[in-house]
Protein backbone atom coordinates (compact mmCIF):
# COMPACT_ATOMS: atom_id res chain seq x y z
CA UNK A 1 0.00 0.00 0.00
CA UNK A 2 1.41 3.21 -1.03
CA UNK A 3 2.19 5.80 1.80
CA UNK A 4 -0.06 8.38 0.54
CA UNK A 5 -3.20 6.74 0.75
CA UNK A 6 -3.44 6.44 4.74
CA UNK A 7 -6.48 7.00 6.29
CA UNK A 8 -7.14 7.26 9.80
CA UNK A 9 -9.65 8.49 12.57
CA UNK A 10 -10.13 9.76 15.75
CA UNK A 11 -13.83 8.59 16.84
CA UNK A 12 -14.98 10.08 20.22
CA UNK A 13 -18.54 9.44 21.42
CA UNK A 14 -19.71 12.98 23.05
CA UNK A 15 -20.96 11.66 26.20
CA UNK A 16 -18.75 13.81 28.00
CA UNK A 17 -15.41 16.15 28.27
CA UNK A 18 -12.84 15.05 26.02
CA UNK A 19 -10.14 12.67 28.45
CA UNK A 20 -6.89 13.07 28.50
CA UNK A 21 -6.47 9.59 27.14
CA UNK A 22 -8.32 10.25 24.47
CA UNK A 23 -6.67 13.33 23.59
CA UNK A 24 -3.63 10.72 23.50
CA UNK A 25 -5.56 8.52 20.46
CA UNK A 26 -6.22 11.37 18.56
CA UNK A 27 -3.02 12.67 18.66
CA UNK A 28 -1.15 8.90 17.71
CA UNK A 29 -3.71 9.16 14.88
CA UNK A 30 -2.46 12.45 13.70
CA UNK A 31 1.35 11.85 14.01
CA UNK A 32 0.68 8.52 11.76
CA UNK A 33 -1.34 10.25 9.82
CA UNK A 34 1.15 13.26 9.59
CA UNK A 35 4.33 11.10 9.55
CA UNK A 36 3.22 9.16 6.26
CA UNK A 37 1.18 11.67 4.61
CA UNK A 38 -1.81 10.55 5.37
CA UNK A 39 -4.92 11.96 6.01
CA UNK A 40 -6.57 12.38 9.81
CA UNK A 41 -10.42 12.68 9.96
CA UNK A 42 -12.52 13.23 13.07
CA UNK A 43 -15.38 11.24 13.62
CA UNK A 44 -18.60 11.70 16.14
CA UNK A 45 -20.13 8.95 17.28
CA UNK A 46 -22.94 10.29 18.45
CA UNK A 47 -25.57 7.14 18.14
CA UNK A 48 -26.04 7.00 22.04
CA UNK A 49 -29.31 9.04 22.10
CA UNK A 50 -28.93 8.88 26.11
CA UNK A 51 -25.65 9.85 26.40
CA UNK A 52 -24.45 11.81 23.34
CA UNK A 53 -24.61 15.64 24.12
CA UNK A 54 -24.43 18.47 21.16
CA UNK A 55 -22.52 20.56 23.44
CA UNK A 56 -20.45 18.27 24.19
CA UNK A 57 -19.71 17.45 21.09
CA UNK A 58 -18.87 21.34 19.81
CA UNK A 59 -16.45 21.34 22.92
CA UNK A 60 -14.85 18.20 21.56
CA UNK A 61 -14.16 20.04 18.18
CA UNK A 62 -13.21 23.21 20.18
CA UNK A 63 -11.03 21.29 21.81
CA UNK A 64 -9.39 19.34 18.76
CA UNK A 65 -8.77 23.09 17.14
CA UNK A 66 -6.81 24.44 20.36
CA UNK A 67 -4.86 21.27 20.05
CA UNK A 68 -4.49 21.86 16.79
CA UNK A 69 -5.32 18.31 15.81
CA UNK A 70 -8.03 18.94 13.07
CA UNK A 71 -10.37 17.22 10.71
CA UNK A 72 -8.59 16.72 7.03
CA UNK A 73 -12.13 16.71 5.90
CA UNK A 74 -15.62 17.04 6.87
CA UNK A 75 -16.42 15.77 10.48
CA UNK A 76 -18.45 12.61 10.44
CA UNK A 77 -21.67 12.65 12.06
CA UNK A 78 -23.21 8.95 12.84
CA UNK A 79 -26.61 10.78 13.64
CA UNK A 80 -26.70 11.64 10.34
CA UNK A 81 -26.10 8.03 8.57
CA UNK A 82 -29.14 6.42 10.54
CA UNK A 83 -30.55 4.91 7.25
CA UNK A 84 -26.94 4.22 5.79
CA UNK A 85 -26.37 1.44 9.02
CA UNK A 86 -30.24 -0.03 8.82
CA UNK A 87 -29.45 -0.68 5.38
CA UNK A 88 -26.38 -2.71 6.21
CA UNK A 89 -28.22 -4.36 8.87
CA UNK A 90 -30.75 -5.27 7.12
CA UNK A 91 -28.24 -6.89 4.04
CA UNK A 92 -27.02 -8.80 6.29
CA UNK A 93 -30.55 -10.39 6.89
CA UNK A 94 -30.83 -10.68 3.38
CA UNK A 95 -27.23 -12.89 3.09
CA UNK A 96 -28.64 -14.76 6.09
CA UNK A 97 -25.53 -13.68 8.57
CA UNK A 98 -28.35 -11.72 11.07
CA UNK A 99 -31.83 -12.27 12.15
CA UNK A 100 -34.19 -10.08 13.53
CA UNK A 101 -35.37 -10.21 17.03
CA UNK A 102 -38.97 -8.98 18.55
CA UNK A 103 -38.46 -6.64 21.13
CA UNK A 104 -41.34 -4.87 23.12
CA UNK A 105 -43.11 -5.67 19.48
CA UNK A 106 -40.07 -3.37 18.06
CA UNK A 107 -37.65 -5.16 15.82
CA UNK A 108 -33.83 -5.19 16.64
CA UNK A 109 -30.99 -6.88 14.45
CA UNK A 110 -28.96 -9.32 15.61
CA UNK A 111 -25.30 -10.52 14.05
CA UNK A 112 -25.32 -14.38 13.88
CA UNK A 113 -21.51 -14.61 15.31
CA UNK A 114 -19.99 -17.25 13.19
CA UNK A 115 -18.15 -19.85 15.26
CA UNK A 116 -14.67 -18.91 14.35
CA UNK A 117 -11.41 -19.40 16.05
CA UNK A 118 -9.14 -16.61 14.32
CA UNK A 119 -6.15 -14.45 14.50
CA UNK A 120 -5.30 -11.00 13.64
CA UNK A 121 -2.52 -9.39 13.52
CA UNK A 122 -2.25 -5.99 16.26
CA UNK A 123 0.18 -3.72 14.85
CA UNK A 124 1.63 -2.99 18.54
CA UNK A 125 0.53 -6.74 19.90
CA UNK A 126 1.46 -8.45 17.55
CA UNK A 127 -0.35 -11.78 16.52
CA UNK A 128 -3.94 -11.83 19.09
CA UNK A 129 -5.75 -14.80 18.89
CA UNK A 130 -9.52 -15.20 19.25
CA UNK A 131 -12.35 -17.86 19.75
CA UNK A 132 -15.57 -16.01 18.44
CA UNK A 133 -17.87 -19.26 19.83
CA UNK A 134 -17.39 -17.40 23.19
CA UNK A 135 -19.01 -14.38 22.25
CA UNK A 136 -22.52 -14.70 21.57
CA UNK A 137 -24.42 -13.18 19.00
CA UNK A 138 -23.94 -9.26 18.61
CA UNK A 139 -27.16 -7.06 18.37
CA UNK A 140 -26.05 -4.72 15.55
CA UNK A 141 -29.63 -2.92 15.21
CA UNK A 142 -31.12 -1.43 18.21
CA UNK A 143 -35.23 -1.98 18.51
CA UNK A 144 -35.23 2.52 18.17
CA UNK A 145 -33.44 1.63 14.79
CA UNK A 146 -30.06 3.00 16.28
CA UNK A 147 -27.06 1.02 15.29
CA UNK A 148 -24.93 -0.04 17.72
CA UNK A 149 -21.25 0.80 17.92
CA UNK A 150 -19.79 -2.02 16.29
CA UNK A 151 -21.92 -2.01 13.77
CA UNK A 152 -21.83 2.18 12.88
CA UNK A 153 -18.12 1.89 13.60
CA UNK A 154 -17.47 -0.78 10.79
CA UNK A 155 -19.74 0.19 8.03
CA UNK A 156 -18.16 4.14 8.51
CA UNK A 157 -14.31 2.69 8.89
CA UNK A 158 -14.92 1.04 5.66
CA UNK A 159 -16.91 4.18 3.95
CA UNK A 160 -14.40 6.42 5.20
CA UNK A 161 -11.57 3.77 3.54
CA UNK A 162 -9.68 3.97 7.26
CA UNK A 163 -6.84 2.04 6.68
CA UNK A 164 -5.59 1.96 9.96
CA UNK A 165 -7.82 1.87 13.59
CA UNK A 166 -5.40 3.28 16.20
CA UNK A 167 -7.46 3.52 19.36
CA UNK A 168 -6.47 2.33 23.16
CA UNK A 169 -6.24 -0.98 24.78
CA UNK A 170 -9.77 -1.05 26.19
CA UNK A 171 -11.11 -1.58 22.50
CA UNK A 172 -8.92 -4.75 21.99
CA UNK A 173 -11.97 -6.87 22.81
CA UNK A 174 -13.98 -5.19 20.23
CA UNK A 175 -11.15 -5.66 17.06
CA UNK A 176 -12.41 -9.59 16.60
CA UNK A 177 -15.90 -9.05 16.58
CA UNK A 178 -15.10 -5.74 13.81
CA UNK A 179 -13.08 -8.25 11.45
CA UNK A 180 -16.06 -10.45 11.33
CA UNK A 181 -18.39 -7.73 10.73
CA UNK A 182 -16.05 -6.62 7.95
CA UNK A 183 -15.48 -10.12 6.51
CA UNK A 184 -19.44 -10.52 6.51
CA UNK A 185 -20.10 -8.06 4.37
CA UNK A 186 -17.05 -8.89 2.38
CA UNK A 187 -15.12 -5.61 2.48
CA UNK A 188 -11.66 -5.32 3.35
CA UNK A 189 -10.94 -4.14 7.38
CA UNK A 190 -8.30 -1.65 7.86
CA UNK A 191 -5.06 -2.52 10.28
CA UNK A 192 -5.49 -2.22 14.04
CA UNK A 193 -3.09 -0.64 16.61
CA UNK A 194 -3.98 -0.83 20.04
CA UNK A 195 -2.29 1.72 22.14
CA UNK A 196 -1.40 0.56 26.04
CA UNK A 197 -3.44 2.15 29.17
CA UNK A 198 -2.54 4.89 30.87
CA UNK A 199 -2.20 4.26 34.30
CA UNK A 200 -2.73 6.96 37.58
CA UNK A 201 -0.08 7.17 39.98
CA UNK A 202 -1.69 4.41 41.99
CA UNK A 203 -1.81 2.21 39.56
CA UNK A 204 -4.91 2.11 38.37
CA UNK A 205 -6.79 2.82 34.73
CA UNK A 206 -6.23 6.97 34.67
CA UNK A 207 -9.80 8.08 35.51
CA UNK A 208 -11.63 11.29 37.52
CA UNK A 209 -10.76 9.59 41.02
CA UNK A 210 -6.94 10.92 39.78
CA UNK A 211 -8.57 14.20 39.86
CA UNK A 212 -8.29 15.97 36.79
CA UNK A 213 -8.38 13.94 33.48
CA UNK A 214 -10.40 15.72 30.97
CA UNK A 215 -8.60 18.28 28.59
CA UNK A 216 -10.85 21.03 29.67
CA UNK A 217 -8.91 20.96 33.08
CA UNK A 218 -5.72 20.79 31.78
CA UNK A 219 -6.32 24.42 29.67
CA UNK A 220 -8.05 26.07 33.12
CA UNK A 221 -4.59 24.98 35.12
CA UNK A 222 -3.34 26.87 31.86
CA UNK A 223 -1.23 24.63 29.86
CA UNK A 224 -0.32 24.91 26.59
CA UNK A 225 -1.15 23.07 23.69
CA UNK A 226 2.33 22.36 22.42
CA UNK A 227 3.14 20.96 26.31
CA UNK A 228 0.67 18.85 26.58
CA UNK A 229 0.76 17.17 23.34
CA UNK A 230 4.94 16.39 24.18
CA UNK A 231 3.91 14.90 27.56
CA UNK A 232 0.86 13.01 25.60
CA UNK A 233 3.22 11.66 22.73
CA UNK A 234 5.81 10.15 25.27
CA UNK A 235 2.72 8.05 26.89
CA UNK A 236 3.18 4.71 24.86
CA UNK A 237 5.51 5.64 22.33
CA UNK A 238 9.19 5.75 22.75
CA UNK A 239 11.23 8.10 21.30
CA UNK A 240 14.79 6.63 19.25
CA UNK A 241 16.91 8.01 21.57
CA UNK A 242 15.32 9.33 24.78
CA UNK A 243 14.15 12.73 23.33
CA UNK A 244 11.93 14.28 25.90
CA UNK A 245 11.15 17.72 24.33
CA UNK A 246 9.67 17.70 21.38
CA UNK A 247 7.83 20.49 18.93
CA UNK A 248 5.10 19.14 17.27
CA UNK A 249 6.97 19.16 13.78
CA UNK A 250 9.63 17.20 15.60
CA UNK A 251 7.35 14.63 17.01
CA UNK A 252 5.77 14.77 13.02
CA UNK A 253 9.25 13.75 12.05
CA UNK A 254 10.08 10.96 14.21
CA UNK A 255 7.02 9.15 15.03
CA UNK A 256 6.85 5.46 14.47
CA UNK A 257 3.93 3.03 15.01
CA UNK A 258 7.11 0.43 15.96
CA UNK A 259 7.91 2.22 18.45
CA UNK A 260 4.54 1.97 20.35
CA UNK A 261 5.06 -0.12 23.79
CA UNK A 262 2.63 -2.66 24.29
CA UNK A 263 2.90 -2.39 28.59
CA UNK A 264 0.75 0.21 30.61
CA UNK A 265 2.25 3.40 30.91
CA UNK A 266 1.87 5.70 33.96
CA UNK A 267 0.58 9.19 33.91
CA UNK A 268 2.97 11.64 35.32
CA UNK A 269 1.64 15.21 36.36
CA UNK A 270 5.26 15.91 37.70
CA UNK A 271 6.64 15.16 33.73
CA UNK A 272 4.27 16.78 32.20
CA UNK A 273 4.55 20.43 34.08
CA UNK A 274 8.04 19.83 33.53
CA UNK A 275 7.64 19.95 29.71
CA UNK A 276 4.64 22.39 29.85
CA UNK A 277 7.26 25.07 31.48
CA UNK A 278 10.14 23.98 29.01
CA UNK A 279 7.11 25.08 26.29
CA UNK A 280 6.73 27.99 27.72
CA UNK A 281 10.32 29.05 27.83
CA UNK A 282 10.70 28.74 24.66
CA UNK A 283 7.51 30.88 23.34
CA UNK A 284 8.51 33.17 20.74
CA UNK A 285 7.89 36.16 23.46
CA UNK A 286 5.24 37.85 21.36
CA UNK A 287 2.86 34.13 21.80
CA UNK A 288 4.21 33.94 25.08
CA UNK A 289 2.67 37.50 25.97
CA UNK A 290 -0.72 37.08 24.04
CA UNK A 291 -1.48 33.80 25.11
CA UNK A 292 -0.41 34.60 28.97
CA UNK A 293 -2.89 37.69 28.28
CA UNK A 294 -5.72 36.04 27.19
CA UNK A 295 -5.68 33.28 30.29
CA UNK A 296 -4.70 36.06 32.56
CA UNK A 297 -7.99 39.04 31.41
CA UNK A 298 -8.93 40.14 34.28
CA UNK A 299 -5.49 40.43 36.31
CA UNK A 300 -3.78 42.23 33.08
CA UNK A 301 -6.96 44.85 32.84
CA UNK A 302 -5.57 46.07 36.35
CA UNK A 303 -2.12 47.06 34.95
CA UNK A 304 -1.19 49.07 31.95
CA UNK A 305 0.38 47.03 29.02
CA UNK A 306 3.50 48.01 29.94
CA UNK A 307 3.58 46.57 33.64
CA UNK A 308 1.67 43.71 32.88
CA UNK A 309 4.41 42.59 30.35
CA UNK A 310 6.99 43.54 32.83
CA UNK A 311 5.39 40.81 35.65
CA UNK A 312 4.28 38.56 32.61
CA UNK A 313 8.15 38.60 31.49
CA UNK A 314 9.45 38.48 34.91
CA UNK A 315 7.45 35.21 36.01
CA UNK A 316 8.15 33.30 32.77
CA UNK A 317 11.05 31.06 33.84
CA UNK A 318 9.15 30.11 37.02
CA UNK A 319 6.01 28.83 36.25
CA UNK A 320 5.30 25.96 34.88
CA UNK A 321 1.44 26.55 34.07
CA UNK A 322 -0.08 29.67 32.93
CA UNK A 323 -2.20 29.36 36.62
CA UNK A 324 1.01 29.71 38.43
CA UNK A 325 1.61 32.93 37.97
CA UNK A 326 -1.93 34.02 40.56
CA UNK A 327 -0.10 32.04 42.93
CA UNK A 328 3.92 33.07 42.33
CA UNK A 329 3.56 36.69 41.45
CA UNK A 330 0.60 37.11 44.30
CA UNK A 331 1.96 39.81 45.73
CA UNK A 332 1.77 42.02 42.10
CA UNK A 333 -2.04 41.32 43.07
CA UNK A 334 -2.83 41.88 46.32
CA UNK A 335 -0.89 43.56 49.48
CA UNK A 336 0.57 41.83 51.70
CA UNK A 337 -1.93 40.62 54.37
CA UNK A 338 0.63 39.06 57.01
CA UNK A 339 4.68 39.48 57.19
CA UNK A 340 6.19 35.84 58.37
CA UNK A 341 7.55 35.78 61.58
CA UNK A 342 9.91 36.30 63.51
CA UNK A 343 11.79 37.30 60.25
CA UNK A 344 9.15 40.68 60.58
CA UNK A 345 9.92 41.54 63.43
CA UNK A 346 14.03 41.04 62.97
CA UNK A 347 13.36 43.65 60.27
CA UNK A 348 11.21 46.02 62.49
CA UNK A 349 13.61 46.14 65.56
CA UNK A 350 16.98 46.99 63.52
CA UNK A 351 16.72 50.72 64.23
CA UNK A 352 19.13 51.20 61.20
CA UNK A 353 17.36 49.65 58.59
CA UNK A 354 14.36 51.20 59.94
CA UNK A 355 16.07 54.52 59.40
CA UNK A 356 16.98 53.42 55.97
CA UNK A 357 13.88 52.71 54.53
CA UNK A 358 12.39 55.68 56.19
CA UNK A 359 15.22 57.59 54.42
CA UNK A 360 14.20 55.65 51.15
CA UNK A 361 10.65 56.52 51.66
CA UNK A 362 11.53 60.16 51.26
CA UNK A 363 13.47 59.60 48.41
CA UNK A 364 10.66 57.77 46.36
CA UNK A 365 7.82 60.09 47.51
CA UNK A 366 9.78 62.88 45.20
CA UNK A 367 10.92 60.30 42.47
CA UNK A 368 9.22 61.00 39.26
CA UNK A 369 11.35 57.86 37.68
CA UNK A 370 9.26 54.71 38.80
CA UNK A 371 8.02 53.62 35.02
CA UNK A 372 11.59 52.84 34.81
CA UNK A 373 12.99 49.81 36.47
CA UNK A 374 16.93 51.27 35.89
CA UNK A 375 15.85 54.39 36.88
CA UNK A 376 14.59 53.17 40.16
CA UNK A 377 17.42 50.85 40.28
CA UNK A 378 19.68 54.29 40.15
CA UNK A 379 18.00 55.24 42.88
CA UNK A 380 17.67 52.99 45.17
CA UNK A 381 21.25 52.09 44.65
CA UNK A 382 22.57 56.35 45.19
CA UNK A 383 20.72 56.23 48.13
CA UNK A 384 22.56 53.39 49.59
CA UNK A 385 25.81 54.69 48.71
CA UNK A 386 24.71 58.07 49.65
CA UNK A 387 24.22 56.39 53.35
CA UNK A 388 27.63 54.30 53.46
CA UNK A 389 25.80 51.14 53.08
CA UNK A 390 25.65 48.24 50.66
CA UNK A 391 22.90 48.29 48.20
CA UNK A 392 22.05 44.93 49.56
CA UNK A 393 21.53 45.94 52.85
CA UNK A 394 18.56 48.20 51.56
CA UNK A 395 17.68 46.07 48.89
CA UNK A 396 16.80 43.24 50.98
CA UNK A 397 14.25 44.64 53.45
CA UNK A 398 12.79 46.49 50.68
CA UNK A 399 12.13 43.44 48.93
CA UNK A 400 10.64 41.72 52.13
CA UNK A 401 8.30 44.73 52.46
CA UNK A 402 7.07 44.62 49.03
CA UNK A 403 6.76 41.32 48.68
CA UNK A 404 6.56 39.63 52.00
CA UNK A 405 9.20 37.02 50.90
CA UNK A 406 13.15 36.84 50.96
CA UNK A 407 13.58 36.16 46.71
CA UNK A 408 12.08 37.30 43.98
CA UNK A 409 12.51 37.58 40.51
CA UNK A 410 14.09 41.35 39.86
CA UNK A 411 13.16 44.01 42.34
CA UNK A 412 13.30 46.86 40.42
CA UNK A 413 11.59 45.69 37.66
CA UNK A 414 8.84 44.57 40.35
CA UNK A 415 8.91 47.81 42.05
CA UNK A 416 8.35 49.35 38.52
CA UNK A 417 5.34 47.30 38.11
CA UNK A 418 3.64 47.72 41.03
CA UNK A 419 4.25 51.33 40.69
CA UNK A 420 5.04 54.11 43.14
CA UNK A 421 2.01 54.62 45.02
CA UNK A 422 1.74 50.68 45.90
CA UNK A 423 5.61 50.54 46.58
CA UNK A 424 5.23 53.83 49.38
CA UNK A 425 1.79 52.51 50.48
CA UNK A 426 3.74 48.84 51.38
CA UNK A 427 6.75 49.81 52.76
CA UNK A 428 4.87 52.25 54.73
CA UNK A 429 2.42 49.70 56.04
CA UNK A 430 5.68 47.40 56.89
CA UNK A 431 6.98 50.14 59.14
CA UNK A 432 3.69 50.69 60.76
CA UNK A 433 2.98 54.01 59.68
CA UNK A 434 0.16 54.93 58.65
N1 LIG B 1 -16.42 6.01 20.11
C1 LIG B 1 -15.42 5.12 20.59
C2 LIG B 1 -14.80 5.69 21.84
O1 LIG B 1 -14.96 6.87 22.10
C3 LIG B 1 -14.36 4.96 19.50
C4 LIG B 1 -13.81 3.60 19.38
C5 LIG B 1 -12.98 3.43 18.12
O2 LIG B 1 -12.05 4.19 17.93
O3 LIG B 1 -13.33 2.53 17.37
O4 LIG B 1 -14.17 5.00 22.59
Redesign the pocket.
Known sequence: MEPSEVKV?????PTGHLHIG?VR?ALFNFLYARSVGGKFFLRM?DTDRERSREEFAKEILESMAWLGLSSDGEVFYQSKRLARYQEAAEDLIKHGLAYEEKVDSKRAIKFKMPAARAVFHDLVHGEIQFDASLFGDLVILKSDGYPT?QLA?VVD?HEMEITH?I??D??LS?TPR?LLLFEAFGWKPPKYGHLPLILGADGAPLSKRHGAVSLENYRAEGFLAEGLLNYLALLGWGPPDNQEFFSLQDLIKKFSLKKINKASTQFDSLKLEWLNAQHIKKLPEAEYLAKITDFHKDLAKKFSPEKWKIIALLYRSRIKTFKDLTEEAAYCFSDIENYSEPMYDDFLNNRSLRAHLNAWLDRAGEFTGFDRPDEVEKMTRDAAQGWGIEARDLIHPLRFALTGKTVSPGLFELMSALGKETCVKRVRKFLKKT
Not at 9 to 13: H, I, L, T
Open positions: RFAPSGTEYCDVRGDHNQ
